[in-house]
């Protein structure tokens, strides 16, 4: 039985540590099939190959070989998974793990590789794909890159303007535009001011200068910008403090499984006809430190992704 489309609606933003206070709640996979049930029906999962086939291509952004296929055989989805995402660098891989690989390309689609980087020294560049190295290969918090990327040169760089900003962080982290409310949050971010903006662009790879911001909080104590301003019912006024409102809604943790959901399933995050999946998976994410692997192994091995080709 194939599931519905259901389309993902946004909630009014909430502390995420309230979400959290209830725990990692049911499974997807459990949930999954208690609706399947409820219905009448069960869980048709492909064969082992062609879920490997699957898994393979969205997790290390190839075919399996011969050799994997026959791992994989009999195997359950979550063995299936396991053994892709432990695969090791390949030729292709630049020294990391195919999962991992296979992930930063996706996420220049989102943001390593957007416009941002045509702005950007290559140092900059390098720093975040680092960083975004180090949530798939080593399980670091999402939240933290976040927190990091946001007041990271990469994006002061992008961004120069609080309107541009307070786009750009919404965009980014919390998967829509900032409203014309909420627009004012860039302001925050007026604490940072340009090293040397006298350094010509044909200089932009020679000078370490260029396009470097450093945070000058005296440009804000001293009237000479407005960095404070009230967001959801929160006033913050510095850098820091906006990253934190943006980082500890709960929109933040319901765009993050939104996104990665999308990534596996082709389709937005069943909004309101079945809410139990968004929450099964937001209550995860924040148990579980907002370790996005997690969240490709909890979508990866449900019955949702995992169903025979027929009915997907």
């Not at 195919?98 to 390309?105: E, F, I, M, R």
């Not at 798939?136 to 120069?160: C, E, I, K, V």
């Not at 959801?232 to 403090?241: M, S, V």
């Not at 809410?275 to 148990?287: H, K, T």
Request: proline residues 6%; charged residues 20%.
């Amino acid at each position: 039985m194939r599931l519905p489309t259901l389309v993902l609606v946004l909630v009014a933003p909430v502390a995420v540590a309230a979400a959290a206070a209830g725990g990692a709640g049911d499974t997807v996979d459990g949930l999954i099939r208690d609706y399947l049930t409820s219905r009448g029906a069960s869980p048709q999962l492909a064969p082992s190959r062609q879920l490997a086939r699957r898994m393979s291509v969205d997790l290390t952004g190839v075919m399996p070989s011969s050799a994997d296929l026959a791992a994989c055989e009999g195997k359950s989805p979550g063995e299936i998974f396991d053994h892709f995402a432990a695969k090791p660098a390949m030729a292709h891989t630049r020294g990391l793990r195919p999962y991992v690989w296979a992930q930063l390309l996706r996420d220049a689609d989102d943001f390593l590789l957007s416009n941002s980087s045509q702005f950007a020294q290559v140092a900059f560049v390098r720093e975040l794909e680092g960083r975004l190295a180090g949530v798939y290969q080593a399980g670091a918090s999402y939240r933290d890159f976040a927190r990091w990327a946001l007041t990271s040169q990469y994006f002061l760089s992008r961004f120069p303007s609080p309107a541009d900003r307070a786009n750009a962080a919404f965009f980014i982290f919390l998967g829509r535009d900032s409203l014309a409310s909420e627009v004012p949050i860039g302001q925050m971010w007026n604490g940072y001011r340009l090293r040397n903006p006298g350094i010509p662009a044909t200089q932009a790879e020679t000078s370490a200068d260029y396009h470097v911001y450093d945070l000058d909080p005296q440009r804000c104590s001293s009237g000479q910008v407005v960095c404070e301003a009230r967001i959801w019912a929160r006033t913050g006024k510095t850098p820091a403090e906006a990253v934190d409102i943006i980082t500890s809604s709960q929109l933040f943790a319901e765009a993050t499984v939104a996104r990665y959901w999308q990534r596996l399933m082709g389709r937005p995050l069943p909004g309101n006809d079945f809410p139990e999946i968004r929450r099964a998976l937001v209550a995860g994410l924040i148990a579980h430190d907002f370790d996005v692997n997690w969240v490709l192994r909890e979508v990866a091995t449900s019955p949702a992704y995992a169903q025979e080709m027929m009915f997907r």
